[in-house]
Structures are given as C-alpha cells and as structure tokens.
T-cell receptor, first 109, second 111 residues
Framework: NAGVTQTPKFRILKIGQSMTLQCTQD?????MYWYRQDPGMGLKLIYY???????DKGEVPNGYNVSRSTTEDFPLRLELAAPSQTSVYFC????????FGSGTRLTVV | TQLLEQSPQFLSIQEGENLTVYCNSS?????LQWYRQEPGEGPVLLVT?????EVKKLKRLTFQFGDARKDSSLHITAAQPGDTGLYLC???????????FGTGTSLTVIP
C-alpha cells in the first residue's frame, strides 16, 4: 500500500518556467490537498478537492492551478514560476486524518 | 495572519527530561490534530482530539484539547532521541472546510 506518492522529489526551475507536480493516492480518498511549507510558517493550503471533478482554492492559490480528473490523481501546475514559489510542496489525502506524501522541494532561480 | 500559534518554536532538551508544547488560537475548532514531521518527509498523524477537555495518551505522549476548543497541548514524558522532529498542530474549522496548521515546534532530544 503506497499511500500518497509525489514526484519529483527535487526540482530547480528558472523564473518564468512551468512545471507540474504529480500526486497519486491509492487509498480511494475523496479529499485531496496541496500545501506549501516554508520555514517558521507552518503549512499553507494552496488548493483542495473533495472529489473527482471538484476543486477549490485554499489560502494561497495565486500562481497555481489544479485539476482532479480521477479520484487517484491531483496534479499541481505552476505557470510562470517566481522566486516566491520556492518552497516544499506536500500533497495529502484524508479520511479523516491526513496522509501526506514525502514532498517536493522546489527552487526557483 | 497565523490562526494557530505554537510555542516554543524551538526546544532542545536532554534525554529523559519532560516537555510540553502549546498550540493556541483565538478561534474555536471542531477538532484538532497533532503531527510529527522528520526531515525530508511529510507530517505523520499522531492523534485527533474532538471534545473540549479531551485527553489522549499515546505511550509517553499526552495530548489535551482545551475546554473551549481553542487550544491544545502535547506533553512528552522522559523524552528520547527518537522523539526528535517538528511537531505540528492542526485545527479543523467547518467554515473553510480545511485544517489550519500551526507554525510548528522543532524538538531536539540530545542523548
């Protein structure tokens, strides 16, 4: 049972580039989330989904997009990467406690 | 603005000592969770408390939810090096349909 799988683990982007962070879960959870974690700031919610075809904004959605075409997958898209998006990104699914992936460390230079 | 404040932010203690970590807010939460996160990994759920005044024990860890459901504490007895990590509290509010995470407490237990 893999739980929540995130790829890639590390990535360096140049300003203005785009990328997709992948997230897959095999627990058949309806709820999925994307968080970013910055030092001393805890985890901030970017987007979440309550089921396939349904997504909604969290606290810090600007600069990101998501889609949820299946229950298993919840990719996060960064368009026109900016240095402020340098962070560690976590995907999670829940019922009822969160199961987190191991994270993607993104650096924008 | 941070909905949940944790204190202390950093804590370094000797093996065998006791410690308490606090999670405070001016908001009411319908439930509260505690997570532990190790470097390079995602947070792992330790406990969920849902009733004001509730106390839960997990081996040497004791979790308490405040009577007014605005705060929580985590007490560790006889800390061990394996307890080292970042401890995060997260409170659930029905309005917003999400958990709000605290700022975290980084604990180091020195052998």
């Amino acid at each position: 049972n893999a739980g929540v799988t995130q790829t890639p683990k590390f990535r360096i982007l140049k300003i203005g580039q785009s990328m997709t962070l992948q997230c897959t879960q095999d627990m058949n959870h309806n709820y999925m989330y994307w968080y970013r974690q910055d030092p001393g700031m805890g985890l901030k919610l970017i987007y979440y989904s309550v089921g396939a075809g349904i997504t909604d904004k969290g606290e810090v959605p600007n600069g990101y997009n998501v889609s949820r075409s299946t229950t298993e997958d919840f990719p996060l898209r960064l368009e026109l990467a900016a240095p402020s998006q340098t962070s560690v990104y976590f995907c999670a699914s829940s019922y009822p406690g969160y199961t987190f992936g191991s994270g993607t460390r993104l650096t924008v230079v | 603005t941070q909905l949940l404040e944790q204190s202390p932010q950093f804590l370094s203690i000797q093996e065998g000592e006791n410690l308490t970590v606090y999670c405070n807010s001016s908001s009411v939460f319908s439930s509260l969770q505690w997570y532990r996160q190790e470097p390079g990994e995602g947070p792992v759920l330790l406990v969920t408390v849902v009733t004001g005044g509730e106390v839960k024990k997990l081996k040497r860890l004791t979790f308490q939810f405040g009577d007014a459901r605005k705060d929580s504490s985590l007490h560790i007895t006889a800390a061990q090096p394996g307890d080292t990590g970042l401890y995060l509290c997260a409170g659930y509010r029905n309005t917003g349909n999400q958990f709000y995470f605290g700022t975290g407490t980084s604990l180091t237990v020195i052998p």
